[in-house]
């Protein structure tokens, strides 16, 4: 039995984007820790805190975690800018992680709007 932050549709995009951006980052040559690293930590806590916020009781509790959620995602932007300007990724790459990013975004306010 799926938990039921699973069914969320921007739970799932953020796994995929998750997904994408750690295949994208076994690539970088050696000396880009610090970039895959923190790319990554900031691609999983937009999954994680949709997860841990979906399952608090309170309302207040669960709004937080979704705009912490949100706030991971646009941590995502400079550091893929950066990854962009190293030619690590290609500007093709960048744009379409970019657009995915935006809207898993416009999904999260949409969670964060629904909460009465």
Known sequence: MPFLFEKL??????VD????IST???????GNYYLTDQLNRAVISISANLAEGNRRWHKNDRKQFFWIARGSLQECIPLLELAKRKKLIQTIEHA????ELDVIGKMITG???GIK
Do not use: C, G, V
């Open 9 to 14: 549709n921007a739970y799932q995009k953020a």
């Open 17 to 20: 984007t998750a997904e994408k």
């Open 24 to 30: 994208l980052t076994d690539s970088f040559p050696r």
């Open 96 to 99: 379409k992680i970019k657009e």
């Open 111 to 113: 969670l964060i709007q």
